[in-house]
């Protein structure tokens, strides 16, 4: 079943010029952006896309970091993307990340862990309409989508 996801590469990512290399990594896999943008995330959005962590110790810094900077928001589509794209992201903790995942490869610290990706398909609903416009996302076919499925 194709999913879509809400993928954003967090600001030490973009700060790091990590973006486009990250971003590589689901393009060359097989999955399809299809929606990207630049953007500095208001604190009311950032609490409200952090919601589900509004009484944990650490939600001030969670959402200090997440408007530190530009963040690359995007919408990635692909079959069973969801749990794919969590599994190429890794642990939350990047200590615990396995090598050759995203953040076991790219990051170091629980709190600069450079990607969120959505967990559920309800997650992603709801964060992609948080972030972008119907218009704003793409349906398009890609040359070698025969190859990939
Ligand atoms: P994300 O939502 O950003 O994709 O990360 P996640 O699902 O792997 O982890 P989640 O539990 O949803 O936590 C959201 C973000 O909050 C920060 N965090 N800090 N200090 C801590 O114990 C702690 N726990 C979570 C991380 O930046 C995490 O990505
Ligand atoms: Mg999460």
Redesign the pocket.
Known sequence: MKQRSFV?L?PDAVKRRLAGEVLGRFENRGLKILAAKLLVITPELAKEH?G??SE???FK??VE??TSGPVLATVIEGEECISLI?KM?G???PQEADLGTIRGDYAID????I?????SETSAAREIALFFEDSEIYDYSMPDEEMIY
């Open positions: 954003m967090k952090y589900e962590h944990r110790p650490f810094d969670l970091y997440i969590r992201v642990a939350t903790n629980t709190g600069r862990n990607i969120h990706a959505s967990d």
